[in-house]
């Protein structure tokens, strides 16, 4: 078959913060992609600003690189798709996937193939894929790159690899310092045969096949992203499997229900490093995008009108955790992040999205560009059943909407299960724990309570201990920030979606009620002073707050419902301790993630642009009463 051996479409796929982006950052800058006056930022291909934060890739993006060959051959195009690492953000990765000829595994030389490695490994192998392995961070002090290759080699086994695939190269790398080598380097130390990223690029160009084609088939391209323009509109990226795909052209487009119409190319842009450029022509293995198609989505084929053959849908997996996210219906809706009118005002946000039909939207768009989320409707008409990977992408989701300027209330995650011989089956995680020596114990007593079972125990004689779990995942909601506690902040946990099994029955993952305030006002240093005995408080003094909203963590095991507005009585005699300084402890101040962990199934999130709120569903302290004393008599 004919080959195109101008251009290599390769991902990189790794596991979080083994190096994906500032590899491929190092590769734009020594491919020449930038001027030499241009300033540039670290990792760049994270454009996202939640991305920058949370120093993880969440959207797969592609870029392309001119590399000219040092034996002075023609310039080859290398089409780079970077992953994200996170198994929650798992739909990118297949996707991303099914855009290349071969990937490359990026390895930590410390820490090895981690859960989400082996993740996107397994994806790679179930693709047919080839494989070249990069051991990158080969200068950190704690680097075992020959244990690391090995465990690689295991992992590549215990996934069913066959021959050709586990015959695979191995480049080492610093990707921070733009080096490469195919030489072994000591341990903790930078290649020292190399001074740039050139064994690496020659390893892709060796081992990346080159797209084949038949010259005579008819036009196939496969819609693999998304993306929208102010002035074109919506984007289709997509990669073209056979025939040629020319501006202004019209081709059949084949839709997700099998129905076909004709539309136009209004617009055809190739990649250049981190812009698109118009284009004329994009031929087999060419990674574009078209604009002309308002309505076209990921999975949908363009094909000839002639003689239109539909290429196959993705498919991703099935979702594991679902959270209900529906209007704000607190009382302080619509009024800033105290509460008062003129705060939010004063901050800009006139353009409060509080509505159903604003969310049910907003939900909608989602859905286009998302094929891991899934929405479905609730009894209720301003609220819906949002499922997805995990608690992770489900929370930037919502903290997407909230700086968007939408007001959600959302419920605690839930696990969707599934019935299997009659019997209601629950996902269940593989969870891969790092923790120094001392710790060992607290983690093993946490993972107890949580009805986890250790698979795996390794200790690598530096004083840290690698443990396996396999777990419930609806053990794992809640877990991560009792594990940093216990942990004292040292450890390192990540796990994976691991299939399902039989209900594990009951779990009581938090021990402590909750202080609810009875009435709504303001809070006062004088009734913060009185309460923090009773446990920790959430809220600053001069908070507004509501009945029912939840201002602190109970030091017993029932919720307690605590009037954080009172005042200091005025009197005109003298008291004994009038000029007592009283400290008030610092509140604890819950981001998203903590707060979704800390809900109860009686609880919910106030979600705004400006604050989060933890508040009980039932607001009123007498309905919550008669509920509570219902159940007791059930």
Request: aromatic share 4%; hydrophobic share 40%.
């Amino acid at each position: 078959m004919p080959t195109r051996n101008d251009i290599r479409n390769v991902a990189i796929v790794a596991h979080v913060d083994h190096g994906k982006t500032t590899l491929v950052d190092a590769m734009l800058k020594q491919a020449g992609a930038f001027a030499a006056h241009q300033q540039l930022d670290d990792r760049m291909m994270d454009s996202n600003d939640l991305e920058r934060e949370k120093g993880i890739t969440i959207l797969a993006k592609n870029t392309a690189v001119k590399y000219h060959p040092k034996d002075g051959g023609a310039p080859i195009t290398i089409n780079i798709i970077d992953t994200p690492g996170h198994a929650d953000f798992g739909g990118e990765v297949e996707r991303g996937l099914s855009m290349v000829d071969a990937v490359v595994l990026l390895v930590d030389a410390s820490e090895g193939p981690l859960p989400q490695t082996r993740f996107v490994l397994r994806k790679a192998l179930t693709a047919r894929l080839p494989v070249i392995l990069c051991i990158n961070k080969t200068d950190r002090p704690d680097a075992r790159i020959d244990e690391v290759i090995n465990e690689t080699y295991d992992l590549f086994l215990d996934l069913d690899a066959d021959e050709d695939q586990i015959e695979f190269p191995i480049v080492y790398a610093c990707a921070r310092d733009g080096v490469a080598s195919l030489t072994k380097p000591e341990n903790g130390t930078v290649p020292a045969d190399s001074d740039s990223l050139e064994p690496f690029f020659s390893t892709i160009l060796e081992h990346v096949p080159a797209p084949t084609f038949d010259a005579e088939a008819p036009l196939q391209a496969h819609v693999t992203n998304l993306d929208a323009d102010n002035f074109l509109g919506r984007i289709a990226l997509l990669r073209v499997e056979q025939g040629e795909l020319r501006k202004g052209q019209t081709v059949a487009w084949i839709k997700r229900d099998g129905s076909i119409s004709n539309v136009r190319i209004s617009e055809l842009l190739m990649t250049e490093a981190l812009t698109r450029k118009p284009a004329e022509v994009a031929g087999p293995g060419d990674i574009c995008a078209v604009a002309g198609i308002s309505d076209i989505m990921i999975g949908e084929t363009l094909a000839d009108p002639e003689n239109p053959i539909a290429l196959p849908l993705i498919t991703v997996d099935e979702p594991a955790i679902s959270m209900t996210i529906g209007t704000n219906t607190s009382p302080l809706v619509g009024r800033g992040g105290s509460g008062k009118g003129a705060d939010a005002k004063s901050s800009g946000r006139v353009d409060r999205k509080v509505t159903a039909r604003q969310v049910k939207d907003r939900l909608d768009r989602e859905l286009i560009g998302n094929v891991s989320l899934r929405v479905l409707d609730t009894e209720r008409p301003d609220a819906w059943e949002v499922q997805g990977r995990g608690e992770l992408a489900l929370a930037i989701l919502i903290e997407t909407m909230r700086r968007e300027g939408f007001e959600l209330t959302v419920g605690k995650p839930q696990v969707v299960t599934k019935e299997v011989n009659g019997k209601t089956h629950e996902p269940v995680e593989r969870l891969t724990v790092d923790v120094p020596e001392e710790h060992m114990g607290a983690v093993t007593q946490l993972m107890g309570i949580r009805k986890g079972r250790m698979d795996n125990m390794s200790n690598h004689g530096s004083g840290w201990v690698r443990m396996e779990f396999v777990v419930p995942s609806r053990g794992l909601i809640g877990f991560r920030t009792e594990f940093l506690t216990n942990t004292r902040g040292t450890g390192i946990a990540h796990s994976i979606h691991e299939g399902h099994e039989p209900w594990f029955g009951t779990l009581t993952t938090r021990n402590n009620g909750s202080l609810v305030a009875d009435r709504a006002g303001v809070v006062t240093a004088f009734a913060m002073t009185n309460l923090q005995e009773r446990g920790v408080l959430f809220c600053d003094p001069g908070t507004e707050v509501y009945e029912g909203m939840i201002v602190g963590e109970n030091s017993r095991a029932d919720d307690m419902d605590v009037n954080i507005t009172k005042e200091k009585k005025l009197t005109n005699m003298r008291s004994s301790n009038a000029d007592v300084a009283e400290s008030i402890v610092p509140p604890r101040k819950l981001s998203l993630e903590q707060s979704l962990e800390f809900c109860r199934e009686d609880e919910c999130i106030e979600v705004t642009p400006e604050t989060v709120r933890i508040r009980k569903v039932v607001l009123d302290q007498k309905d919550r009463g008669r509920t509570a004393s219902r159940a007791k008599k059930a």
